[in-house]
């Protein structure tokens, strides 16, 4: 082993660079943030080459003093952080004091600032944490910091850098976070001297999120507003049907950082556990508000990550809030002439849902204070073939299994209960309870006639249900909607399953833990219509099975109800008989392609109006709606 030596400040400095700037959006985040703190309402971003050789971020903020501006690019150097008590408030996006010193020590660096109260600005000059000028200038209100030739010391830190599309595309992704989080700034951004987006600034979200996120994303959007506890949840998450395939439109800010959780993730994908299809993912802009001491901004020098004082309250706040906004505004949707799906307006009660639907366009300019109207991937106007209604129905992303990690979507919270550790409590605040997560309803003056009924016409392809209601065409999956009641009734219902005796009782090995969970739940088993022996550890014989299963493996039963309660041990989860009351439902349901007679069908329509439901529980819509008016609209009565 060499001899120990303390590194020469040009070495360690270039090392701890690396930890804060380490790529060209690194630069870009930690500059446009100083923006932000300084009180800017106009953010002008510049790169070329993909930021390698030339950043340029423009503000009009408060500025700096020129006495200030050398200690600027000191390490530690900060004017937001005083006192270690300090560190327990923290409210701006920097407090580091890093930025500006590890960007200028492995770049060249041009500072030009002016506060208002100033007559001149001044412009300062830094290569390699060498100071190169400084003299005062005319020059605007704000700050203007060029950076270029990022790592020209650090030849080896060079030959790790991504082509420049790459790397301008990441430093887009920071700035778009940005202007996300902060609608109240106009932000532009400049890409080898071309405009890629510039922000209203008018401080509405959507307006924000139509230019970031594209008008399919804001089509697709409802608004999210609700606190629980001490958590503040507020912005727009998609509809089922407009997630995506990816993560990337999930976005999360906590107190207007941008950060990455995995416990926020899981949260709000829980709440789309049953009305979305496996392999999507719901998209989301939502800022979670919280007392400053509830969480630790400095956990990761990049500060893309937080920890939270209780991680089960940020989940169930995300979870709470998701499921609230899908239960008012998420809606059955509605064919029109033109080729678009339109959703109906929610706050109608179910059954009035189906004699009549109104519906809302949306335009950017508009206040954010309204119920929002689906548009889709356009389908078939002529409804002739049966590859139209399945793609109505979108029947071929069917999903054989899904999985769930998650906390319980219901607890049993009394309103007045006590909750210990809970900071800025407010003193107005009422606990959630089951009741909490009922749809609401509007209510409406009692007709003076008596309500529209359904009248069921027949089906078509032996799939779809054909109604009339009122002026409307109701179209109903029978089996995505005889599965979804079937599954509500398991869940609701927690009466035992009939149990079917099996002529052949079989032996299987299990693991240690799945022989532990069904020995210690014998109860729960016999509940579920199984019926076990329990012999040599690991080993049971399966004497029974749920009849409402005739056609599942007794076997792969047992297995999945032992690793469901296993799993539930490890995670408080919604109801750790989630995924089996989905198989049990859709082996019971009546089947596609299936013969069903009138009096079936009749009986299914009623029961589908008393329940408000809208997805089976795979996330395949159940109903869709064709208007008279749009009818008459393809045959050209009407224009």
Known sequence: MGKIHLLDKSIYDLISAGEVVDRPFSAVKEL?????????????????????????????????????????????????????????????????????????????????????????????????????????????????????????????RQKFMNKDTVEGNSVAMVVQKIALSHPEISVKFIRDNKVDFVTSGDGKLLSAIYTILGKEFYDGCIPVEY???????????????????????????????????????????????????????????????????????????????VRFQNNSTIYSAIFYAATDALMKFDSPEEINADGSKKSANSSLTHKELYSRVSTVSVAPERNEQFSFASTSAPVKTTIASKSDFVNVFMKDYIPLHKTKESEDKTPDLVAGSKVDDSPNLDSSFTYINAQSLTRPSVEKPVPDSEPIDIKVIGEVFKTYVVA????????????AAHERLIYEDLKRNRTSLDSQMLLNP??????????????????????????????????VTITGSPMIAQDMDPIDIAIQVADSIVQGKRSKGTDIFDDLYHAFACKAAIK????????????????????????????????????????????????
């Open 32 to 156: 446009v943030e100083n923006s932000v703190d300084a009180g800017a309402s106009n953010i002008v971003v510049e790169i070329k080459n993909g930021g390698k050789t030339y950043i340029r971020v423009t503000d009009n903020g408060s500025g700096i003093a020129a006495e200030d501006v050398p200690m600027a690019f000191v390490s530690h150097a900060t004017s937001k952080v005083t006192s270690k008590e300090d560190l327990d408030s923290i409210m701006t996006l920097g407090f580091r004091g890093e930025a500006l010193a590890s960007i200028c020590t492995i770049s060249k660096v041009q500072l030009l600032t002016k506060r208002p109260e100033d007559e001149l600005g001044f412009k300062y000059e830094i290569e390699g944490s060498e100071e190169i000028s400084s003299e005062t200038t005319g020059c605007p209100n704000g700050t203007t910091i060029i950076v270029r030739d990022l790592f020209y010391n650090t030849p080896a």
């Open 227 to 305: 606190k629980y506890m001490y958590v503040t949840v507020k912005g727009y998450i998609t509809k089922p049907l407009a997630s995506k395939s990816t993560r990337a439109y999930q976005n999360f800010f906590v107190n207007s950082r941008y950060i990455k959780n995995l416990t926020m993730t899981s949260a709000l994908e829980e709440a789309y556990s049953d009305a979305m299809m496996v392999g999507k993912r719901p998209g989301c802009v939502l800022n979670v508000t919280v007392p400053a001491n509830t969480i630790d901004v400095n956990a990761h020098p990049t500060k893309s990550e």
């Open 468 to 479: 009339q209601c009122g002026d409307d065409i109701l179209l109903v999956d029978k089996h």
């Open 506 to 539: 079989v032996k299987v090995n299990l693991t240690y833990d799945q022989y532990e969970a069904l020995f210690e739940n014998q109860d729960v088993c016999r509940k579920l219509g199984i019926g076990i022996e329990f012999n040599n550890a690991p080993t």
């Open 592 to 639: 596609a392609n299936s013969d069903t007679n009138i009096v079936e069908l009749e009986r299914l329509m009623e029961l589908i109006t008393e329940e408000d439901i809208r997805y089976c529980p795979h996330g395949r819509p159940i109903l869709v709606k064709l208007s008279k008016r749009e009818i008459e609209k393809m045959f050209r009565r009407i224009v």
